[in-house]
């Protein structure tokens, strides 16, 4: 068959500062659909100037389009013009899975995978090639008129088996993510997460059992990266890279033996770092330059409500260990949690700017649907408009902040951070200048941000 996958345009507030990264998730798709024999396209639109014309649908005898929540409205966008060309589509990611009744009660989806997208849509072609019933198909929802069924749960997926992405299908000159003064491409070496935290929906889609790939099969992956598409820096994107810190060891100690002269950054929690300073050690000798550390908040019994369990202690720790390794700290603030004043908002930007990570990203929580958070505030959420669902605004009827006012909050977060010092304020116009920020772009980005 041939196969178009389509990633919509992101939300100008993420494209702004040039933070573009190619659609691992639809690649990751289409390397199976090409090992299963079937021709495959993909149109990433979050690339300037890249279209979607209606010859590419024509083309396509199936249409498969990916969509997390602030890209639901775009998605569907796309869906109901690939349905009035008279070809099926089959929606994949966080959001469908999760509000699978609202998608196909606007008639232009007709499947959701459920979870991992690589056998399922893999088997569901096979299906329809063969007219074979896709209810046997496990870990699909399959429109029913204005309802749907539901198949029986898929088998988590074995990730040492799946073919690399098919990066081969997107020109990765056209992203802008940089390490540093290089360009960086992502990497995905593990899924699942057992943290559960409140407010992430990552093991519900995923599922709460980790499973990585063996430290081989990543520098395997390396090895393409580096020799066969000339990148010398990468983005560890797993939820959580340092899980195993024997295996980011092995990892490390593959490049040094490799001699890659390679850049790299991941995700970490605050206490792995705290309790593996061999694992920091050897992670900085490889090249790694930054750590992402999810800090969250100063208050510690809203960390723990959120799922964190750590504590302010902990994350002087883990900022300490990772300076003296020669690695920048990215942290990550989230403000608005339930119950939360304005007061303790401040205290949030206070700790931020005492704590003097390298990078601070702040973000107003969002209850996404798959989430815990989620479930518990649903009947307290106004607005469903999902573009809203970016972290910069409020969504829900918070109980001691006004909706404007916390906006008003993360705008002067970013502010106190970013002009801490001299040093700090160069470091965020460098980041502007790499993303090839613009006057149109700072206007756009506004009027997102309050309509």
């Known amino acids: 068959m041939n196969v178009l996958l389509v990633s919509p345009q992101s939300s100008c507030v993420f494209n702004t500062f040039g933070l573009s990264l190619p659609p691992l998730g639809l690649l990751y798709v289409a390397a199976s659909l090409e090992e299963a024999g079937h021709t495959v396209f993909v149109r990433d639109l979050a690339v300037p100037g890249e ?13 498969g389009i990916s969509a997390d929540t602030t890209r639901a409205d775009k998605a569907l966008a796309i869906a109901r013009r690939v349905s009035a060309l008279g070809r099926p589509v089959v929606m994949g990611g966080p959001h469908p899975q ?33 007219k074979d019933s896709v209810a046997a198909v496990k870990g699909l929802l399959i429109r ?33 993510a940089s390490v540093g003064d290089r360009r960086t491409t992502p990497i ?24 990585s790939r063996s430290a081989e099969s990543v520098l395997a992956e390396l090895d393409e990266i580096y020799n066969l598409y000339g990148f010398r820096a990468v983005c560890f994107m797993d939820d959580n890279f340092t899980l195993s810190p024997r295996r980011v060891i092995e990892i490390a100690d593959g490049i040094i033996e490799r001699g890659y002269d390679l850049k790299w950054w991941n995700f970490s929690r605050v206490d792995t770092i705290v309790r593996n300073p061999a694992m920091v050690a050897r992670m900085s000798a490889a090249g790694s330059t ?19 369990n750590t504590t302010n202690n902990d994350v002087v720790r883990a900022l300490d260990l990772l300076q003296m390794n020669g690695i920048e700290s990215y942290g990550s603030y989230i403000i608005g949690n339930l119950n939360e004043t304005v007061a303790d908002v401040e205290k949030t930007i206070d700790l ?27 009947d307290r959420i106004f607005c469903r408009r999902w573009k809203f669902y970016d972290g910069l605004h409020l969504v829900f009827r918070h109980p001691q902040i006004q909706r404007h006012y916390l906006q008003v909050l993360l705008i002067k977060a970013f502010v106190r951070f970013y002009r801490r010092s001299k040093e700090a304020t160069r470091g965020f116009k460098q980041a502007s200048t790499r993303g090839r920020l613009t006057f149109r772009k700072l206007v756009a980005c506004a009027w997102e941000l309050f309509f």
Not at 155 to 166: M, S
Not at 194 to 208: D, M, Q
């Open 290 to 308: 930054t750590v992402y550390l999810g800090i969250e908040c100063g208050n510690e019994d809203t960390l723990n409500s959120l799922g964190k």
């Open 98 to 130: 999760f509000m699978a009744k609202d998608i196909f009660a606007t008639g232009h989806v007709d499947y959701i995978v459920k979870g991992e997208g690589e056998l399922v849509f893999t088997n569901l072609l096979a299906a329809l090639g063969n």
């Open 51 to 63: 279209r979607l014309n209606d010859r590419d649908i024509r083309q396509a005898d199936l249409v």
């Open 188 to 211: 995905i070496t593990s899924r699942g997460c057992p943290s559960a935290c409140h407010f992430c929906s990552s093991s519900n889609f995923f599922g709460a059992g980790w499973r």
């Open 144 to 176: 029913d008129g204005r309802h749907f069924i539901e198949t029986a749960a898929a088998d988590p997926v074995d990730v040492e088996t799946l073919p690399f992405p098919a990066r081969h299908l997107v020109n990765l000159q056209h992203y802008l």
């Open 352 to 378: 931020a700017v005492r704590l003097n990570t390298n990078i601070a990203q702040f973000s107003i929580l969002t209850p996404y649907p798959g989430t815990n958070l989620y479930e518990d505030i649903k």
